[in-house]
């Protein structure tokens, strides 16, 4: 079996590969440049190499497991072929007008962002679906048909249809899709109660209009690796990873891309859950991606992540759950200037072109991570392990004219720009945990991505985190999640307004479990799956609020008792908001039920123990840290093995990464080479 | 101002607020907490200059609130180490507190023994008890009928909960334990702010966390500095109306921006005296960030990056006579002082458009509709109040930027609910909820659209009524050229022989099968729609959101066969209508209702007017006003000064008070 997890980002594509063989295991890693414009090249040609290192594997089982940002950049850039929008009669705006609200509204000259479908693709269909399913009026295919004809006179290439109460009876959309077939032959399709059939139609209609905008790119480039894999390494399955975390197949994928939009950041989490699982004893780590151009963090508690269903890309809501990431800001290329009197960083960015100054791209603005050259962190000879010199002098050429401004020395002025960019995160994270009921003294940091090794450390720091953990491989950690990835499906029942029997519950939740087993099963062949698991939830409130929480529910609730299910609904209350009403009345709004099917998977392995850090010492040089000069010894991670120890401060180097242990943190690596910095006693 | 210092700190500062918002929110009990977040936290120094303000959650209007009169009056000798006063008086704190369902506490921050700052915090309780549910209602004469009224008292004392304190807000709310919910949730996120500023001192000393607070500020003041002296310097005078509630004695707000370099006063003076219904407010003696609404997103839109402090606000001053609408005393109600306030956002943006070289923008729709439906509950059975959802109207043209469809700057916070779920929760059909076709005001810039809801009750019978609705008789203006904008409608049973216009709505009781159709204002155009890019009027028609006829009519744009622009005859057709058009007559376009009511009220009387009744005894002021506005309406020609105090001569001998004339 060989399983490889592969990450297209915007500047790198990562991959990460894994054998067993005969009792024996193998992994390999690897950063390609991505390739905009045709990401299949980077995939194929970094494929080769990394496949290249294990000899002959034409024959084996090969897993591929793909995240890919196709759909996201389509969404985002609004490069697509136009398609076209049926709704219900009377709400031509639904996209125009959306939930009303501005994003901005100090902002005098607030725009909201057009709709992907303009107004002349949007049509009425005469019809209308109630509340409780029944029909007020009945749908007319010819009515349909003739709006289809007037969609594809005016440019449309593929249709959303998103008709009013759907979620609660479908009949309607499927008999305007076969309508809308009849004309327009093969086209894109999408309907929304086959995607995500939940309650409020802005949200709705956006799932089915977003999987019809980016489906024909995604196609084409499923159907371009597919090809390749099919010729060259026809034993090869390929999954490709989703928002909520998991996998699914490529036909899926080809059906409902929707399902890939914020696949990228959620694979880190992934692979974070696997990792914490096996440490054991912690209750609640933040995820810390630090890349050149953005920077990501996430929750994750008791090894669950959380789950949002109001995520955005592009401005427009995801409303299906997924991983919840919150962006805190620009990364290593936040360009440090000055604000007036203040020194500002970001949210400007030099991004991945021209990137920082030191990078020798053309950047003249000093970043962030000009910065980590300058206060010594990085070593501009020895950057990707030597592959890429680094240009200090362009560094400190850039940030001259600030260390001017604030009439102080290179170093200085370069510290405090780290130290306002660290501030600028603490004023994003703080928020964002408050808002999950969080303490950051009592959460882990695992820190990965390009940057955020070195910076994941500061931000320790200052936020008052004790302990971070930094993964063998920080730098290709999301393509590493795609090695441990399961299958993931959600399934939804909206039950909003009907009154909840305990046979409705038990029945929903059978044929969730039918959907889920169902939609497992197309996935790959049932002998693939080592463990199938199926996580169940209920969406509930108390009756006349207006906020609803999401309940994780055990069997007892799937067999239809109601008493368990509202004595979860109190407790998790009560520790949400610090407050629940045992008294209160329970409105259940929707049953999900998530299936996981696990794959093979590599297990982490000891790297051997030889328990002095000193054999992995190159040298030392000083760092600026904490306004003063401090002699830092420098480590080579590659030679570290378990068990050893060492204090801040200190820099461990890796080839494709820089690892910061901070003054006060002492660092150990553990039986599998994860360094674990934990904060001494002051 | 250390460069390093201001900016940690005021990061530092701003996670702490962030944070302790971020709690108030996640453990509040109410709707009005939860999901309209009309609710807010803050920290300010001992003197009261609010130095670190939220802007993740909660309201912004409140941004730079000033302390200090609440404080000098309680006393800071008297905030001993965990107490917590609690308060709902608007007069007492001078306008801390704007109506007086924003329930406020204030909270000492000790360091070491050392009052460091104070946390501040409101939550809007959904009800302070007082006549009605929700203890708002506009009609409302004085501030009894909105409930209890209690100057700041201690919640807690030296850590000691207070339970008669507790008690009398509670005993006087019809939902005690949601109101205590709240309560509990404003101190947890006051707790937070003190532990984690208090953390900041562990970390970097308390003299730099000090020092950091007044550099933030300085850092707010210099920003906002620098962008009023880019102002023109000048005077510029804008009066809008906020329309009666009966009868044509409209409420004048009428706004003075004085322009001297890098300061900038606005003056009041002019603005009708308080009225006998909910639309007053308080702001007391300081520049009060409720007033200053428009010029503070004009600065935050000129700079996105300005730091959330009372620094904003120290280049500005006001003048706010008491006893007016905008600065009211006792017994004044205020439930509904939205409705003044919108109006006075939009004086301070005509203000900002004269003052600025080409202009800002044209008038917003102006007014949000709160539509609440009283009918049986779908599950229940049970008769429920549901609240159906806002409506706002189209946003005005902007210099360089058209207007937003369907919403509108002041309050395009708010959402809307779901048609599915408002059918599925209540008893309402939704027909309709779309923009309007040929609604978008003309101008180079025009507006956004009306926004229409049709609403059929399925029930027996539902009482809807719909708070915050204006715009009916005076057209949001246009500027610079730009037509005026379309006036709200109300139509029930459209398209049946029982059709009928009702106007504002109060209380309207809806039989079964009967529909409401409510097609909201939209704002006014920016500039010439000569002047507006063909591309632009073509892409309008393409949307089919502009008729062939009002292309041709309002944008001089002509079609050829094809339905495309003609681009010769559209030149000939623009140049015929520039060559015919009357020389533009100053900066505005009213629209014909209010060029009607100036007409009979030429600029400056009603703010003669207003400032003459002012200097009538209070016992007497609002008796006068209504007999002399009277007497000046019927005369059926311009009033003059001498007209004025002819009429107030005549009133106040006719209330028995004396008439004190200005020298």
């Not at chain 2, 906002?224 to 009066?239: A, H, K, Q, V």
Request: with cysteine; hydrophobic share 40%; aromatic share 6%.
């Amino acid at each position: 079996m060989l399983r490889v997890g592969i990450d297209i980002g915007g500047t790198f594509t990562d991959f990460i590969a894994w054998r067993l063989k005969d009792g024996r295991s193998q992994s390999v890693n690897l950063k390609v440049p991505s390739t905009p414009g045709n990401y299949a090249e980077g995939f194929i040609s970094g494929l080769e190499q990394v496949l290249a290192q294990f000899g002959d594997v034409a024959d084996e089982d090969l897993m591929i497991v793909h995240g890919t940002t196709i759909s996201t950049n389509t969404v985002i850039e609004r490069k697509a072929d136009p398609i076209a929008l049926l709704t219900t009669e009377g709400f031509r705006d639904v996209l125009n007008i959306q939930r009303l609200r501005l994003r901005k509204p100090t902002n005098l000259f607030e725009q909201r962002t057009p709709p992907l479908v303009p107004r002349e693709l949007v049509f009425e269909v005469e019809e209308r679906t109630l509340f409780d399913g029944s029909i007020r009026k009945p749908i007319d295919p010819e009515q349909v048909k003739a709006c289809a004809r007037e969609a594809l006179a005016r440019g449309a290439t593929g249709f959303a249809i998103a008709l009013y109460h759907s979620y609660r009876n479908d009949e309607h959309e499927r008999i305007a899709r076969e309508a809308v077939r009849e004309v327009a032959g093969d086209v894109e399709i999408s309907i929304s109660s086959e995607i995500w059939p939940q309650v409020g139609e802005y949200e709705r209609s956006m799932v089915a209009v977003l999987n019809a905008f980016v489906q024909p790119k995604m196609a084409g480039y499923l159907t371009q690796i597919e090809g390749y894999l099919a010729e060259n390494l026809p034993k090869a399955r390929l999954f490709i990873t989703r928002s909520n975390g998991g996998a699914m197949s490529t036909e899926e994928a080809r059906r409902f891309p929707v399902h890939t939009l914020l696949s990228g950041p959620a694979s880190g989490v992934t692979a974070t859950i696997d990792m914490s699982k096996r440490l054991g004893n912690i209750a609640q780590c933040l995820t810390f991606d630090m890349g050149g151009t953005s920077t990501d963090v996430s929750l994750i508690r008791n090894n669950q992540q959380m789950t949002s269903t109001t995520s955005e890309v592009g401005d427009f809501p995801v409303s299906m759950p997924v991983t919840d990431i919150e962006a805190i800001g620009a990364g290593g290329g936040s360009i440090i200037t000055m604000d007036g009197p203040v020194l500002r960083v970001g949210p400007q960015s030099a991004g991945a072109r021209p990137g920082p100054a030191a990078f020798g791209h053309g950047g003249t603005q000093p970043a962030v991570s000009d910065a980590y050259v300058l206060c010594g962190m990085i070593d501009p000879e020895n950057f990707l392990g030597g592959r890429m010199k680094l240009d200090a002098a362009a560094a400190e050429r850039a940030i001259s004219p600030v260390a001017e401004a604030m009439n102080t020395d290179i170093r200085t002025s370069a510290e405090a720009a780290l130290n306002v960019a660290t501030s600028n995160m603490v004023a994003r994270v703080m928020p964002y945990l408050a808002r999950h009921g969080v303490d950051p003294e009592d959460v882990t940091l695992v820190t990965f991505g390009g940057a955020g090794s070195l910076h994941g450390p500061l931000l320790a720091r200052e936020l008052g985190i004790r302990k971070v953990v930094i993964p063998t491989t920080p730098s290709v950690f999301c393509a590493s999640g795609g090695l441990v990835t399961r299958l993931v499906n959600d399934a939804v029942i909206t039950v909003h307004g009907m009154e909840l029997t305990a046979q409705l519950l038990k029945d929903g939740f059978a044929e969730l479990q039918t959907r889920s087993a169902d939609w497992l099963a197309q996935q790959v062949e049932a002998e693939q799956i080592v463990e199938t698991n199926y996580d169940r939830f209920v969406e509930a409130r108390y009756r006349g609020q207006s906020f609803q929480i999401l309940i994780p529910v055990g069997d007892a609730v799937a067999e239809g008792d109601m008493e368990a299910l509202r004595a979860a609904f109190h407790a998790e209350h009560q520790r949400l908001y610090s407050h629940s009403d045992p008294e209160g009345e329970v409105e259940v709004l929707q049953l999900r039920t998530r299936v996981l099917g696990a794959l093979p998977a590599p297990v982490a392995e000891p790297i051997g123990r030889a328990a002095d850090a000193t054999q992995a010492l190159t040298g030392s040089r000083n760092i600026r840290l904490e306004g003063g000069e401090h002699l830092a010894q420098v480590y080579d991670r590659a030679r570290l093995s378990a068990g050893a120890i060492l204090a801040g401060p200190a820099i461990v180097e890796q080839h494709d990464t820089t690892i910061l242990v901070p003054i006060g943190f002492s660092c150990t690596v553990n039986a599998e080479g994860e360094l674990e910095l934990e904060l001494e006693k002051e | 101002m250390d460069p390093v210092r201001t900016a940690v700190m005021g990061n530092r500062f701003s996670a702490i607020v962030e944070e302790a918002s971020a709690i108030v929110h996640r453990t509040a009990h109410t709707t009005f907490v939860k999901l309209i977040q009309d609710y807010q936290c803050a920290l300010a120094t001992p003197e009261g200059e609010i130095f670190a303000y939220p802007t993740q959650s909660g309201v912004t209007v409140f941004v730079g609130m000033p302390l200090h009169t609440t404080l000098d009056r309680i006393g800071r000798e008297n905030f001993e180490e965990g107490d917590i006063y609690i308060m709902n008086d608007p007069f007492y704190t001078d306008g801390l507190v704007t109506h007086m369902m924003d329930v406020t506490m204030l909270y000492p921050v000790f360091r070491d023994g050392e009052l460091i700052a104070f946390g501040w915090s409101f939550v809007h309780a959904s009800d302070i008890g007082g006549a009605v549910p929700g203890s708002i209602s506009p009609e409302f004469k004085e501030f009894y009928q909105e409930g209890l009224r209690v100057r700041p008292i201690k919640l807690f004392r030296r850590g000691e909960l207070n339970h008669d304190a507790r008690n009398i807000f509670l005993d006087n709310s019809r939902i005690p334990d949601e109101m205590w919910g709240d309560f509990t949730a404003m101190i947890s996120g006051m707790r937070s702010m003190d532990r984690r500023l208090n953390e900041l001192c562990d970390r970097y000393g308390t003299n730099t966390v000090k020092q950091g607070m007044q550099d933030v500020i300085a850092f707010g003041e210099e920003k906002s500095r620098d962008i009023i002296r880019e102002l023109p310097d000048g005077e510029f005078t804008f009066s809008d109306y906020v329309e009666a509630i009966e009868g044509d004695q409209h409420i004048h707000l009428c706004t003075t921006m004085r322009i001297k370099g890098d300061e900038l006063e606005l003056d009041f003076t002019g603005t009708d005296p308080q009225v006998a219904a909910a639309y007053n407010f308080i702001i007391g003696d300081r520049t009060h960030p409720y007033v200053t609404q428009a010029l503070t997103y004009y600065l935050l839109t000129k700079d996105p990056n300005m730091p959330m402090n009372a620094g904003l606000l120290r280049p500005i001053t006001t003048v706010a006579p008491r006893g007016t609408v905008v600065n009211a005393e006792p017994p004044a109600a205020m439930g509904s002082r939205v409705a003044a306030g919108t109006r006075l956002y939009d004086t301070l943006l005509g203000c900002l458009d004269q003052a600025l070289n080409g202009g800002l923008m044209g008038a917003g729709a102006g007014m949000v509709g709160i539509i609440v439906c009283t009918a049986r509950d779908r599950i229940t059975g049970r008769r429920r109040v549901s609240t159906l959802n806002p409506i706002m109207g189209g946003g005005g043209g902007r210099n360089g930027v058209d207007g937003i469809d369907g919403a509108d700057g002041r309050s395009g916070a708010l959402r809307n609910i779901p048609t599915e779920i408002i059918e599925v929760e209540t008893m309402i059909h939704m027909r309709s909820c779309t923009l309007v076709p040929d609604t978008q005001s003309p101008g180079m810039h025009r507006s956004g659209s009306s926004l229409l809801l049709e609403m059929e009750n399925t029930d027996q019978e539902a009482t809807f009524t719909v708070r915050g609705m204006d715009r009916f008789r005076f057209r949001p203006w246009g500027t610079r050229g730009g037509n005026p904008g379309r006036p709200c409608e109300v139509i029930l049973n459209p398209g049946t022989e029982d059709e009928r216009s009702i106007g504002k709505i109060k209380v309207l009781i809806m039989k079964k099968g009967e529909v409401l159709r409510i097609i909201s204002p939209a704002g006014g155009g920016f500039g010439d729609p000569l002047e507006r890019d063909p591309a632009r009027v073509a892409a309008d028609l393409r949307a089919e959101m502009l008729s062939p006829e009002r292309a041709r009519a309002d944008y001089g744009v002509v079609l050829d066969t094809e339905g495309a622009v003609d681009m010769d005859a559209t030149r000939a057709l623009r140049d015929e209508r520039r060559a015919a058009a009357a020389a533009p007559q100053g900066h505005f376009n009213f629209g014909p209702e209010r060029e009607a009511y100036n007409a009979i009220w030429p600029q400056g009387m009603r703010a003669l007017l207003a400032t003459e009744v002012l200097k009538v005894p209070k016992s007497a002021r609002r008796n006068v006003m209504d007999a002399a506005y009277a007497s000046l309406g019927a005369r059926g020609c311009a009033v003059d000064e001498a007209a004025i105090h002819a009429a107030l001569d005549a009133a106040c001998a006719a209330h028995d008070v004396p008439r004190a004339r200005a020298a």
